[in-house]
């Protein structure tokens, strides 16, 4: 009987609780290679990202400090002054020293973590004398990196699968922390980063670096790091952006530095290859196919995977007065953005002509648009240069 | 003359009557709680696992937002107007407010702007979904068209603010009973007039902001857009000169209620009253010379930075001299632990707690690894939630005999606040944690290391919710009936209100009370 009872019980439990487990499995195999549990800041790899950290350490047991004796104080008081214990209470209600004491000491305590705070900061505003300089541009919602002095420019974008997101997959170790093409930096080289904005303020923050600054569009912000170790380090945007604001990662990848410029080097030969590509004549397959990467890499986001949109806010694709209709209007409004919503970005500066030109022909075949024609990168070059 | 409450709905509409306005502003800032309190608990479902579950990212923004709004417009500032309404009057001894027919208005507009505020949940294009901060451009050229209701709605609010300021003011300064010099005020009253006057300087700012914002969306203007040479920065530099007193706004009277309390229930005289006088008064004056400490990361001027850095750590010093003199206070009394003092005791404790985390983001450099993370989610709930809403709670429980006429539960109030203290710390103290950890703030969906500390800090957050459905059936119960209150209600608690009735009838003082 007994046993019977626990057995239905323990019936219960797992129908009840099953589905949970089984997420909870799925989960926790992605979850072998994350640090769970973590309480506290990182100490990070970089000079000022451990001065940052002993900083905060420093802090944080100063107000234990003060917390232990204001607790202590007052913990005693409602163990030993209870009327429960018949305890009289005293009537004093002023003493000019005590205040005098209790202003006096905390305001050395302040001055005394003042100093080291201050020169902190000196040294973090010293953006001066850079071994290389890279301009991070964010945009709703991922980021643009552009390696002054050379011709590598690229979007980094969250590679993170939607699937996963939406719960249809088990989530992978990085799950949000993942980009198709990280920041590549050397070590032990001090990076200065120029920070700005396209669209909204966005905030470029790698805790490892211990560099937060907002992007700000129309202005150009300054920051600095010099990087220890190579390594990959994560960080995501910090300003609330929009919707997606929690979907645009950063990944750094530091680099010894001989690998780094022959990645340099590749990205710079990559680059040209692409531009070389404008000339080419491509099969509607071809550009389809290549437009529906960059479509679920770059339009996805407001237009959804299936073109639907988001009613009031996104419009759809599918169907759409401008994928259905003139090539020119759809040209225009995706090289230049649309005259009336900044939501929708100009992405003629954005993506090469190839690109353009696959997403310009996936829009107008996919989703039941089935326009049947095609658009040629060198079209795309052609209605840029009118 | 009748000298009764009319009968009937009319009786609330046309009221001019300190304690009927008081009790509507209470039972007000109590639903816009439970309000924005069920926001709060669809983002802590949202966030009980990784991955989206329950709702879209933008509908995440958008309750975060409305939260955040609700909250501080429609919770908090109402509960300490409501409070301020029932006992100034009663504590100075005079009959009523300065400006009745104005106290009427003020409170009769809130229950349309938060009606229209609430409504744009309903339109095309979604609430506002830009953040209670409402940062351009994106609450301008980028928000969804419901924006000007927000704006015409924060117009109101604002409105509301500034005449229950101007009737606050107006009323201590003129109406306080012979003998009642200010330095013999209570420190309600106090707290009061010193938060009144952050009201009338910086609600007009605000104003000023959302009508900048308007501007900028229907009239061509391009104050926050750089594309028209503006600056978006200037949107933050002015929002914060109204934020971050508004942050005080939302303590100082907090400050004043655990004032009353904790002297009642120590039977001790408050220690050091002429310095918690001189605290407030600092902390006011301080509280406009820092607000650029919400800004640090976006790239002030080394000068600046230190400026707002040592400005801010300032704070810490009348600060702690106030929480000095209460446990001083409690320091050889003869204590008893009722409701009251219950809240009132977190509430130094907790908000200390929150000044400590106030202390460590003061500090530049290591505040550009706390900023906008959940370290800041868990800084500004535990000065707020112990702060603002644990004193209201306590300020209720103790003045609720004298406003019935009836004791409430204790067995019920100790249940609530061991409820509230327990699912409060749970839901917060673990945000501690991710934000160091490296959790930004306002996101529907986070990494998985994240995940173990966002799951308890969701239990958490249901359980508070729960424990106040147990403050609602016990406030209820209390004015429906129960054990009579004596007049003095407590052991001979200082202050006029106590030398009333219980209840308090609906005209006290008509002749001033003689104050030695």
């Known amino acids: 009987m007994l046993m019977g009872l626990k057995r239905l019980f323990a019936f219960l439990t797992i129908s009840a609780i099953a589905p949970q487990l089984f997420a909870q499995e799925t989960a926790q195999k992605a979850e072998e290679g994350v640090e769970r549990w973590g309480v506290n800041m990182t100490q990070g790899v970089t000079e000022v990202s451990r001065t940052t950290y002993d900083l905060h350490m420093l802090i944080f047991w100063i107000c234990v400090a003060i917390g232990i004796v204001v607790f202590g104080v007052m913990f005693y008081s409602m163990w030993r002054h209870r009327k429960s214990k018949g305890y009289k209470a005293a009537q004093f209600h002023e003493s000019t020293l005590v205040e005098l004491a209790w202003t006096i000491v905390p305001t050395l305590i302040l001055v005394g973590m003042a100093i080291p705070a201050t020169k902190t900061l000196y040294d973090i505003y010293d953006t001066k004398e850079a071994d290389l300089d890279i301009m991070i541009t964010g945009y709703q919602w991922k980021w643009k990196y552009d390696y002054l002095g050379s011709d590598v420019s690229f979007f980094s974008n969250l590679s993170t ?49 211990a560099v937060k600054k907002d992007a700000i569009p129309g202005f150009v912000n300054e920051s600095w790091t010099r990087i220890d170790e190579p390594g990959i380090y994560r960080g995501q945007c910090a300003e609330l952006c929009g919707k997606d604001h929690g979907f645009m990662p950063i990944v750094v990848k530091a680099v010894p530095q001989d690998e780094y410029h022959s990645w340099l080097n590749d990205r710079a030969a990559a680059a040209a290859k692409i531009k070389e590509l404008t000339n080419k004549t491509f099969t509607f397959d071809e550009l389809y196919e290549r437009g529906k990467k960059v479509y679920e890499s770059t339009c996805a986001a407001c237009h959804q995977v299936k073109g639907q949109g988001v009613p009031g806010a996104f419009p759809a694709i599918a169907g759409s007065r401008i994928a259905t209709g003139a090539m020119d209007g759809h040209l225009s409004m995706v090289v230049n953005g649309s005259p009336n919503n900044p939501a929708m970005q100009a992405f003629g500066a954005q993506l090469s002509e190839v690109d353009l030109a696959a997403v310009i022909t996936y829009q107008r075949n996919a989703f039941g648009n089935n326009m049947g024609d095609t658009v040629q990168p060198i079209d795309i070059l052609n209605f840029k240069n009118k | 003359m009748a000298h009764g409450p009319k009968p009937g709905f009319t009786r609330w509409l046309y009221t001019t009557n300190h304690k009927d306005i008081g009790s509507m502003y209470l039972w007000f800032s109590f639903a816009m709680f439970l ?5 709060a608990l669809v983002i802590r479902a949202e966030l009980f696992q990784p991955g989206l579950q329950i709702v879209q990212p933008e509908f995440f923004n958008q309750m975060t937002t409305m939260h955040g709004l609700i909250m501080v417009f429609g919770a908090v500032m109402p509960a300490f107007v409501g409070l301020a309404n029932w006992m100034v009057p009663m504590m100075i001894g005079a009959p009523d407010m300065a400006l009745p027919r104005m106290n009427n208005w003020s409170f009769w507009i809130l229950p349309f702007a938060f009606a229209m505020l609430a409504s744009t949940l309903f339109m095309e294009g979604g609430a506002p979904n830009f953040g209670w901060t409402f940062y351009a451009p994106l ?177 810490a010093v009348p600060t702690g001299v106030k929480v000095f003199n ?35 983001l003061a500090i530049a450099p290591a505040d550009f690894q706390y900023h906008d993370t959940y370290f800041v989610v868990a800084h500004f709930h535990y000065v707020l939630v112990p702060g603002a809403i644990f004193s209201i709670t306590a300020g209720v429980y103790y003045w609720l005999p004298k406003w019935t006429g009836n004791m409430y539960n204790e067995t019920m109030g100790k249940v609530h606040f061991w409820m509230a203290f327990v699912g409060l710390n749970v839901t917060f103290f673990p945000m501690h944690f991710v934000g160091l950890a490296g959790m930004p703030r306002r996101i529907p969906d986070y990494a998985l290391q994240f995940a173990d500390f966002n799951q308890i800090a969701s239990v958490g957050a249901f359980l508070f919710g729960a424990a106040q459905i147990v403050f609602l059936f016990n406030v209820i119960r209390t004015v429906r009936g129960g054990r009579k209150a004596t007049d003095e209600v407590w052991e001979n608690p200082q202050g006029l209100e106590w030398t009333v009735p219980s209840p308090a009838p609906y005209h006290t003082f008509s002749t001033p009370p003689v104050v030695r």
Request: with cysteine.
């Open chain 1, 161 to 209: 699968p939607r699937a996963q997101i939406d719960n249809q997959q088990p989530k992978n170790e990085n799950y949000l922390l993942e980009v198709d093409e990280p920041l590549v930096v050397p070590v032990n080289q001090k990076i200065r980063f120029l920070i700005t904005a396209n669209d909204v303020i966005h905030a470029w923050w790698v805790p490892d670096l």
């Open chain 2, 35 to 39: 309000l924005g309190g069920c926001m």
């Open chain 2, 139 to 315: 609450s301008t050229e980028y928000a969804p068209p419901s924006v000007t209701f927000f704006i015409f709605s924060i117009h109101i609010m604002g409105a509301s603010s500034i005449m229950g300021a101007i009737n606050i003011v107006a009323t201590i300064l003129n109406m306080r009973a012979p003998g009642m010099t200010l330095m013999k005020m209570p420190l309600f009253v106090w707290t009061w007039l010193i938060t009144a006057y952050l009201l009338i300087a910086v609600m007009p700012v605000l104003a000023g902001v959302v009508t900048m914002m308007l501007m900028d969306i229907h009239f061509g203007t391009s104050f926050f857009s750089a594309a028209g040479g503006g600056d978006p920065v200037l949107f933050q530099h002015v929002f914060w000169f109204f934020g971050h007193p508004e942050v005080y706004i939302m303590i100082l009277p907090a400050f004043g209620i655990v004032s009353a309390i904790i002297p009642t229930f120590a039977r001790k005289p408050l220690f050091g009253y002429s310095s918690m006088v001189y605290a407030t008064a600092s902390i006011a004056f301080l509280s406009f010379i820092v607000w650029a400490h919400h800004m640090f990361t976006v790239g002030m001027p080394i000068a600046g930075e230190l400026f707002f850095m040592y400005a801010t750590m300032l704070i």
């Open chain 2, 326 to 360: 209460w446990v001083t206070t409690m320091f050889r009394g003869s204590m008893t632990f009722e409701t009251p003092m219950l809240f009132s005791i977190a509430f130094v404790i907790l908000f200390t707690l929150g000044g400590f985390s106030g202390l460590m």
